[in-house]
């Protein structure tokens, strides 16, 4: 008994792609580790234990002795980002505070998923482009439809160029 092939194209499915807004956390590891080494080996962080390392899975922290040393460590900790290829939008926060001790300690958050309002805030320039594309908000990321991958081509263009305060990326890209 011979089955037929399954179609190329299943009908009723259109060309879609997701809208996130993620960190990649193995190269924020990396960022994190590239930095802590930089901190033991740099002569002026010797003597003021700067330290850096991951609080749960939202968050950054930079601590030391010395304010001056901590907000060095923190733009150290900045550009091992920028280097590792995790937008800057991504990470917010870093005001210095004083801790017990002595110490002087910055909380970096990590920006993971769409937000509610800015998920409509997107919704809503697809919708106002005019090209013939749906758009869905299912749970943190924004799904986009459309008959044309052209089209879909055109909102993925449209969100790039504009001024976002999270920094997006479009996966799942399915014909």
Do not use: C
């Amino acid at each position: 008994m011979l089955s037929e092939p399954a179609p190329a194209f299943y009908p009723g499915v259109m060309p879609s792609f997701d809208v996130v807004s993620q960190v990649d956390l193995q190269e924020l590891r990396n960022a994190i580790d590239q930095a802590a080494r930089e901190f033991a080996n740099r002569f002026d962080f010797r003597g003021t234990d700067t330290t850096v390392e991951i609080s749960g899975e939202d968050s950054v922290v930079v601590e030391s002795s010395a304010e001056g040393r901590l907000e060095a460590g923190n733009q150290v900790l900045r550009e091992k980002l920028i280097k590792r290829g995790i937008d800057p939008k991504a990470v917010s926060g870093g005001e210095v505070k004083t801790v017990g001790g002595g110490r002087v300690r910055s909380v970096w958050a990590l920006a993971q998923g769409i937000g509610q309002a800015e998920a409509k805030q997107l919704t809503k320039h697809i919708r106002d482009s005019g090209l013939k594309v749906q758009a869905q908000v299912q749970g943190d990321q924004v799904r986009v439809q459309g008959k044309k991958r052209d089209d879909l081509q055109e909102v993925i263009q449209l969100l790039k160029g504009l001024d976002f305060d999270l920094p997006l990326q479009f996966i799942n890209m399915r014909d």
